[in-house]
Protein backbone atom coordinates (compact mmCIF):
# COMPACT_ATOMS: atom_id res chain seq x y z
CA UNK A 1 0.00 0.00 0.00
CA UNK A 2 1.15 3.33 -0.62
CA UNK A 3 1.52 6.41 1.81
CA UNK A 4 1.01 9.65 1.74
CA UNK A 5 1.15 12.44 3.98
CA UNK A 6 -0.66 15.32 3.03
CA UNK A 7 -0.52 18.46 4.97
CA UNK A 8 -3.48 21.03 4.92
CA UNK A 9 -3.98 24.24 6.18
CA UNK A 10 -7.76 25.68 6.63
CA UNK A 11 -9.39 28.28 8.25
CA UNK A 12 -12.74 28.24 9.21
CA UNK A 13 -14.32 32.54 8.92
CA UNK A 14 -13.49 34.68 8.32
CA UNK A 15 -17.28 36.04 8.84
CA UNK A 16 -20.13 34.84 11.48
CA UNK A 17 -21.82 33.57 8.80
CA UNK A 18 -18.99 31.21 8.10
CA UNK A 19 -18.69 30.09 11.21
CA UNK A 20 -22.50 29.75 12.05
CA UNK A 21 -22.66 27.80 8.77
CA UNK A 22 -19.60 25.22 9.97
CA UNK A 23 -20.79 24.73 13.11
CA UNK A 24 -24.27 24.49 12.66
CA UNK A 25 -24.22 22.96 8.86
CA UNK A 26 -21.41 20.32 9.22
CA UNK A 27 -19.53 20.24 12.58
CA UNK A 28 -16.11 19.37 13.69
CA UNK A 29 -16.90 15.15 13.15
CA UNK A 30 -18.72 15.96 10.07
CA UNK A 31 -15.30 17.99 8.24
CA UNK A 32 -13.27 15.74 9.28
CA UNK A 33 -14.93 12.87 7.45
CA UNK A 34 -15.40 14.94 4.69
CA UNK A 35 -11.90 16.23 4.71
CA UNK A 36 -10.95 12.48 4.82
CA UNK A 37 -13.21 11.66 2.29
CA UNK A 38 -12.07 13.82 -0.38
CA UNK A 39 -8.62 13.41 0.59
CA UNK A 40 -8.72 9.77 0.29
CA UNK A 41 -10.23 10.19 -3.19
CA UNK A 42 -7.88 12.81 -4.69
CA UNK A 43 -4.88 10.79 -3.36
CA UNK A 44 -6.69 7.59 -4.73
CA UNK A 45 -6.66 9.25 -8.14
CA UNK A 46 -3.63 9.88 -8.12
CA UNK A 47 -1.76 6.85 -7.50
CA UNK A 48 -4.08 5.76 -10.23
CA UNK A 49 -2.92 8.34 -12.70
CA UNK A 50 0.90 8.62 -11.77
CA UNK A 51 3.57 6.43 -11.62
CA UNK A 52 5.67 5.98 -8.57
CA UNK A 53 8.74 7.77 -10.24
CA UNK A 54 6.97 10.52 -11.11
CA UNK A 55 4.97 11.63 -7.54
CA UNK A 56 7.11 13.71 -6.06
CA UNK A 57 7.87 15.24 -9.53
CA UNK A 58 4.12 16.21 -9.77
CA UNK A 59 3.68 17.32 -5.78
CA UNK A 60 3.19 21.09 -6.58
CA UNK A 61 0.14 20.36 -9.49
CA UNK A 62 -1.37 17.77 -7.22
CA UNK A 63 -1.36 20.03 -3.86
CA UNK A 64 -2.78 22.75 -6.17
CA UNK A 65 -5.19 21.10 -7.80
CA UNK A 66 -6.26 19.30 -4.50
CA UNK A 67 -6.57 22.98 -2.65
CA UNK A 68 -8.61 23.91 -5.49
CA UNK A 69 -11.25 21.20 -5.08
CA UNK A 70 -11.59 21.10 -1.51
CA UNK A 71 -12.55 24.92 -1.15
CA UNK A 72 -14.99 24.33 -3.75
CA UNK A 73 -16.78 21.71 -1.75
CA UNK A 74 -15.98 23.24 1.77
CA UNK A 75 -16.84 26.79 1.18
CA UNK A 76 -20.10 26.88 1.22
CA UNK A 77 -19.43 25.17 5.02
CA UNK A 78 -17.83 28.43 6.15
CA UNK A 79 -14.18 26.65 5.32
CA UNK A 80 -11.26 28.14 2.92
CA UNK A 81 -8.75 25.98 2.22
CA UNK A 82 -5.40 28.14 2.70
CA UNK A 83 -2.48 25.52 1.72
CA UNK A 84 -1.86 22.05 0.49
CA UNK A 85 1.23 20.34 0.66
CA UNK A 86 2.75 16.60 0.19
CA UNK A 87 5.34 16.10 2.61
CA UNK A 88 6.22 12.01 2.09
CA UNK A 89 5.51 9.64 -0.28
CA UNK A 90 6.03 6.00 0.92
CA UNK A 91 5.54 2.95 -1.34
CA UNK A 92 5.52 -0.56 0.51
CA UNK A 93 9.16 -2.45 1.24
CA UNK A 94 8.82 -5.34 -1.64
CA UNK A 95 7.82 -2.70 -4.26
CA UNK A 96 10.13 -0.08 -2.86
CA UNK A 97 12.82 -2.60 -3.04
CA UNK A 98 11.82 -4.10 -6.61
CA UNK A 99 11.76 -0.47 -7.77
CA UNK A 100 14.86 0.16 -6.65
CA UNK A 101 16.44 -3.28 -8.17
CA UNK A 102 14.85 -1.80 -10.80
CA UNK A 103 16.04 1.36 -10.99
CA UNK A 104 19.68 -0.37 -10.40
CA UNK A 105 19.09 -2.56 -13.05
CA UNK A 106 18.30 0.30 -15.58
CA UNK A 107 20.91 2.48 -14.40
CA UNK A 108 23.05 -0.75 -14.84
CA UNK A 109 21.49 -0.93 -18.60
CA UNK A 110 21.98 2.49 -19.34
CA UNK A 111 25.87 2.38 -18.27
CA UNK A 112 26.17 -0.80 -20.73
CA UNK A 113 24.03 0.51 -23.49
CA UNK A 114 26.74 3.61 -23.25
CA UNK A 115 29.87 1.64 -22.83
CA UNK A 116 28.29 -0.64 -25.72
CA UNK A 117 27.32 2.59 -28.10
CA UNK A 118 31.34 3.96 -26.46
CA UNK A 119 32.99 0.19 -27.94
CA UNK A 120 30.48 0.39 -31.20
CA UNK A 121 32.09 4.32 -32.26
CA UNK A 122 35.91 3.19 -31.11
CA UNK A 123 35.16 0.06 -33.66
CA UNK A 124 32.96 2.43 -36.24
CA UNK A 125 36.03 4.88 -36.10
CA UNK A 126 38.77 1.97 -36.61
CA UNK A 127 36.97 0.85 -39.21
CA UNK A 128 36.09 4.12 -40.79
CA UNK A 129 40.33 4.33 -40.62
CA UNK A 130 41.06 1.21 -41.85
CA UNK A 131 38.57 1.29 -44.69
CA UNK A 132 40.16 5.09 -45.52
CA UNK A 133 43.88 3.82 -45.36
CA UNK A 134 42.58 0.45 -47.71
CA UNK A 135 40.95 2.83 -50.33
CA UNK A 136 43.99 5.39 -50.30
CA UNK A 137 45.95 1.64 -50.77
CA UNK A 138 44.04 1.15 -53.37
CA UNK A 139 43.78 3.87 -55.04
CA UNK A 140 47.35 3.76 -55.55
CA UNK A 141 48.14 0.56 -56.47
CA UNK A 142 45.51 1.17 -58.96
CA UNK A 143 47.19 4.73 -60.22
CA UNK A 144 50.90 2.55 -60.32
CA UNK A 145 48.73 -0.23 -62.81
CA UNK A 146 47.57 2.44 -64.91
CA UNK A 147 50.99 4.43 -65.02
CA UNK A 148 52.52 0.69 -65.49
CA UNK A 149 49.99 0.04 -68.15
CA UNK A 150 50.74 3.74 -69.89
CA UNK A 151 54.41 3.36 -69.85
CA UNK A 152 54.04 -0.83 -71.39
CA UNK A 153 51.93 0.94 -74.15
CA UNK A 154 54.45 3.83 -75.18
CA UNK A 155 57.11 0.77 -75.33
CA UNK A 156 54.70 -1.05 -76.99
CA UNK A 157 54.08 1.19 -79.48
CA UNK A 158 58.09 2.79 -79.78
CA UNK A 159 58.57 -1.20 -80.45
CA UNK A 160 56.24 -1.46 -83.25
CA UNK A 161 57.47 2.18 -84.41
CA UNK A 162 61.24 1.12 -84.16
CA UNK A 163 60.32 -2.80 -85.76
CA UNK A 164 58.18 -1.36 -88.49
CA UNK A 165 61.41 1.02 -89.30
CA UNK A 166 63.57 -1.58 -89.46
CA UNK A 167 61.94 -3.54 -92.29
CA UNK A 168 61.09 -0.01 -94.04
CA UNK A 169 65.04 0.11 -93.88
CA UNK A 170 65.62 -3.47 -94.55
CA UNK A 171 63.37 -3.38 -97.11
CA UNK A 172 64.98 -0.27 -99.34
CA UNK A 173 68.63 -1.48 -98.32
CA UNK A 174 67.72 -5.55 -99.30
CA UNK A 175 67.90 -4.85 -103.37
CA UNK A 176 70.97 -2.69 -103.38
CA UNK A 177 73.00 -5.31 -100.71
CA UNK A 178 71.63 -7.89 -102.92
CA UNK A 179 72.95 -5.96 -106.05
CA UNK A 180 75.89 -5.52 -104.86
CA UNK A 181 76.63 -9.09 -103.91
CA UNK A 182 75.53 -9.87 -107.31
CA UNK A 183 78.05 -7.59 -108.45
CA UNK A 184 81.03 -8.69 -106.66
CA UNK A 185 80.14 -12.52 -107.09
CA UNK A 186 79.99 -11.55 -111.14
CA UNK A 187 83.36 -9.34 -110.61
CA UNK A 188 84.72 -12.72 -109.23
CA UNK A 189 83.52 -14.68 -111.21
CA UNK A 190 84.80 -12.74 -114.73
CA UNK A 191 88.25 -12.49 -112.87
CA UNK A 192 88.51 -16.11 -112.12
CA UNK A 193 87.71 -16.61 -115.62
CA UNK A 194 90.19 -14.32 -116.76
CA UNK A 195 93.04 -15.79 -114.63
CA UNK A 196 92.08 -19.03 -115.95
CA UNK A 197 92.55 -17.77 -119.58
CA UNK A 198 95.59 -15.95 -119.25
CA UNK A 199 97.21 -19.69 -117.23
CA UNK A 200 95.48 -21.63 -120.46
CA UNK A 201 96.69 -19.07 -122.96
CA UNK A 202 100.18 -18.97 -120.90
CA UNK A 203 100.70 -22.44 -120.61
CA UNK A 204 99.58 -22.64 -125.05
CA UNK A 205 102.56 -19.93 -125.52
CA UNK A 206 104.59 -22.15 -123.75
CA UNK A 207 103.72 -25.35 -125.58
CA UNK A 208 103.69 -23.57 -128.72
CA UNK A 209 107.07 -22.29 -128.17
CA UNK A 210 108.36 -25.99 -127.20
CA UNK A 211 107.16 -26.44 -130.55
CA UNK A 212 109.02 -23.49 -131.89
CA UNK A 213 111.58 -24.60 -130.94
CA UNK A 214 111.70 -28.52 -131.96
CA UNK A 215 110.63 -26.89 -135.16
CA UNK A 216 113.84 -24.89 -135.27
CA UNK A 217 115.98 -27.71 -134.80
CA UNK A 218 114.52 -29.87 -137.42
CA UNK A 219 114.42 -27.44 -139.96
CA UNK A 220 117.47 -27.97 -141.66
CA UNK A 221 116.42 -31.46 -142.35
CA UNK A 222 113.31 -30.92 -143.91
CA UNK A 223 111.26 -28.03 -144.75
CA UNK A 224 108.06 -30.16 -145.23
CA UNK A 225 108.81 -31.25 -141.12
CA UNK A 226 108.35 -27.35 -140.68
CA UNK A 227 105.23 -27.18 -142.42
CA UNK A 228 103.93 -29.79 -140.90
CA UNK A 229 104.63 -28.59 -137.38
CA UNK A 230 103.76 -25.00 -138.02
CA UNK A 231 100.30 -26.26 -139.28
CA UNK A 232 99.69 -28.42 -136.29
CA UNK A 233 100.74 -26.12 -134.24
CA UNK A 234 98.12 -23.74 -135.56
CA UNK A 235 95.80 -26.24 -135.56
CA UNK A 236 96.66 -27.10 -131.58
CA UNK A 237 96.59 -23.25 -130.69
CA UNK A 238 93.42 -22.89 -132.48
CA UNK A 239 91.67 -25.53 -130.63
CA UNK A 240 92.74 -24.58 -127.17
CA UNK A 241 91.66 -20.95 -128.27
CA UNK A 242 88.01 -22.58 -129.54
CA UNK A 243 88.14 -24.27 -126.19
CA UNK A 244 88.98 -21.07 -124.21
CA UNK A 245 86.18 -19.51 -125.34
CA UNK A 246 83.73 -22.23 -124.96
CA UNK A 247 84.76 -22.43 -121.94
CA UNK A 248 84.82 -18.64 -120.67
CA UNK A 249 82.46 -16.66 -121.90
CA UNK A 250 84.75 -13.06 -123.14
CA UNK A 251 83.53 -10.48 -125.28
CA UNK A 252 86.52 -9.28 -127.67
CA UNK A 253 86.38 -5.93 -128.55
CA UNK A 254 88.68 -2.78 -129.01
CA UNK A 255 92.36 -3.37 -129.83
CA UNK A 256 93.24 -5.98 -128.12
CA UNK A 257 90.27 -8.01 -129.54
CA UNK A 258 91.54 -6.81 -133.01
CA UNK A 259 94.98 -8.22 -131.91
CA UNK A 260 93.25 -11.63 -130.81
CA UNK A 261 91.49 -12.04 -133.81
CA UNK A 262 94.34 -11.49 -135.82
CA UNK A 263 97.03 -13.82 -134.16
CA UNK A 264 94.51 -16.54 -133.97
CA UNK A 265 91.83 -16.67 -136.72
CA UNK A 266 93.64 -14.71 -139.46
CA UNK A 267 96.85 -16.35 -139.01
CA UNK A 268 95.55 -19.81 -138.99
CA UNK A 269 93.42 -19.12 -142.48
CA UNK A 270 96.84 -17.73 -143.96
CA UNK A 271 98.41 -20.89 -143.08
CA UNK A 272 95.77 -23.09 -144.70
CA UNK A 273 96.03 -21.09 -147.57
CA UNK A 274 99.29 -21.24 -147.85
Known amino acids: MVDIDISISFQIGPTENDVYAFVYSLGAHRFDELLYSITEEAIRGLVHSVRHDQVHDLREEFAVGMKTDLNEKLKSFGVF ?3 VKVTNVN ?3 ALAKTLEETTVFKTRMQEQEKNRENQMRILLNRETQTL ?3 EKSNE ?5 LQAKSVNAAEGLKDNALDSATARAVERKTLPS ?3 KNLQANYDRYVEAAKVSAEATIQAAEKQAAMILATADVEEASAEFLMARRNFDYNEKRIDVEASLLEAVP ?10 V ?11 TMN
Open 261 to 271: IQSTVLEAVRS
Open 81 to 83: IQN
Open 140 to 144: RTIQD
Open 177 to 179: IEL
Open 250 to 259: LVISGKNGDQ
Open 91 to 93: LPT
Open 132 to 134: TAL
